[in-house]
């Protein structure tokens, strides 16, 4: 079962990065000067809403049919309400984990998102909190040593 890793909030950059207009393909990319449309924050790009906003670290593979893998640093807005279907950070009995929230009626589940990893579904007795609603995710493809 995928559990998360509170990493902290997220406070506001006043870094500034070029952001090109044109779309890169998949093959030879050629980016020109010409093509640069504006400057673009990470707290513009990833919505930050601090400070609201947190990070986390996905930690397991059960999120791996949306596309968060082990390792990946989730952003989420803690001021979102969390809704049928959000995925969310969420704590059950003290146990932090990624999930979706599926809500039927009453019955609450946090659905994983691989069909190796059973629903977990919230039994009376249960303490679950929502932490947040996950809006985002980044992930490093290489790094040099």
């Given at each position: ?7 902290g909030p997220?406070g506001?950059s ?20 010409d093509?640069?449309?504006q ?23 059960s ?5 968060i ?45 691989s069909p190796?990893?059973?629903?977990r ?11 947040g ?13």
């Open positions: 079962m995928a559990t998360a890793t509170i990493l997220v506001c006043v870094i500034e990065l070029p952001f090109f207009s044109s779309r890169v393909p998949a093959g030879f990319p050629s980016p020109a000067q093509h640069l449309e400057k673009l924050s990470l707290d513009q790009l990833l919505d930050v809403d601090a400070p609201h906003t947190f990070l986390v670290r996905a930690d397991g593979e999120m791996v049919g949306i596309g893998f082990d390792g990946d640093v989730m952003v989420v807005n803690r001021a979102m309400p969390a809704r049928h279907r959000d995925i969310v950070i969420a704590a059950i009995n003290g146990d932090t984990f990624v999930k979706r929230l599926i809500q039927n009626g009453p019955q609450i589940v946090l659905q994983s998102e190796t990893f059973a629903p579904y919230i039994l009376e007795g249960d303490e679950l909190l929502i932490w609603v996950v809006i985002g995710s980044i992930r490093r493809h290489h790094c040099h040593a």
